[in-house]
């Protein structure tokens, strides 16, 4: 079985909030845009088109800010700076979303898991050294 790869976009706005989705299954539960790899996909690109069929907007990629392997899934999930250069509006695009917004960093909202937040913490982080991570399961942050 080939191994699973997703990718997400963080996405900051010029006050430097981030945008994140809600869900419209499991937990509800908000999130970066993003999902997972299709065949013959790169990171990048699936970064770029779920961020596309989630809120509607084309981002430039920028920087790799990590990869985070997931061991229950045998999963590795990557994160990338994302670039709204036209500074469109993110919308709701998909059924899978059911709200997006630019949050602040010091309030995100809830539930949102520990695996989220540490994504945008590293992200944000210019001195992040390791891009290489383990996760756990995730924790909830209700």
Not at 62 to 84: C, E, K, Q, R, S
Not at 92 to 102: A, H, M, N, Y
């Amino acid at each position: 079985m080939p191994k699973l790869i997703g990718a997400a976009a963080v996405i900051l706005d010029d006050e430097g909030r981030v945008l994140l989705v809600k869900h419209s299954y499991g937990k509800n539960n908000w999130d970066l845009p993003g999902g997972k790899a299709e065949d013959d996909e790169s990171a990048e690109e699936t970064a770029s088109r779920e961020t596309l069929e989630e809120v509607g907007l084309e981002v430039r990629m920028g920087t790799l800010t990590g990869i985070y392997y997931d061991p229950d899934y045998d999963m590795h999930h990557f994160v990338f700076i994302a670039y709204n250069d036209a500074h469109r509006v993110p919308q709701p695009s998909s059924p899978e979303i059911l709200e997006c917004r630019f949050c602040s960093i010091d309030e995100l909202p809830r539930p949102i898991s520990d695996f989220t937040y540490k994504r945008i913490k590293d992200a944000l982080n210019p001195e992040r050294g390791q891009l290489f991570h383990t996760v756990g399961p995730r924790q909830w942050i209700e």
